[in-house]
């Protein structure tokens, strides 16, 4: 059922269109080397936005220190905010039809994600 929701979600959810941003953006960070741990993070994000379906985020364990705090802060400042401004557009588009009320549960997540994504995993799910 994961394979037909991603499917779906790639053509239907926005998911190719938020994964482009996510690439876009982490190849601009990694050009320096202050941003290359945010280039990462932009990857990891652009992965599960292209594959939602049978994923799970958890914290990982680096939640609780100081440093992943502040790179969160810095994430949030420097386009966190704009990203999660993206799914939540998108969530709302996708509620507006049955159909899509999944896709917009899954952009929900990812904008949650989006804002704070430091300290996190993400697990394949076990149903």
């Not at 050009?31 to 945010?38: A, E, H, M, Q």
């Not at 364990?61 to 990203?83: H, T, Y």
Request: with cysteine.
């Amino acid at each position: 059922m994961s394979l037909l929701g991603n499917l779906l979600w790639i053509v239907l959810g926005g998911g190719l269109l938020i994964f482009l941003q996510y690439v876009v953006s982490g190849i601009g960070l990694c050009l320096t080397i202050v941003g290359i741990p945010f280039g990462i993070q932009a990857f990891k994000l652009g992965l599960l936005s292209l594959v939602p379906f049978g994923k799970e985020v958890v914290p990982g364990p680096s939640a609780e220190g100081p440093l992943a705090i502040i790179m969160d802060v810095l994430w949030l400042l420097f386009g966190g905010v704009w990203i999660a401004i993206t799914h939540l557009v998108l969530a709302v588009i996708c509620a507006l039809t049955i159909v899509g009320i999944p896709f917009a549960v899954q952009h929900w997540k990812l904008a949650n994600l989006a804002i704070l994504p430091f300290g996190k995993e993400i697990r394949d799910r076990r149903d």
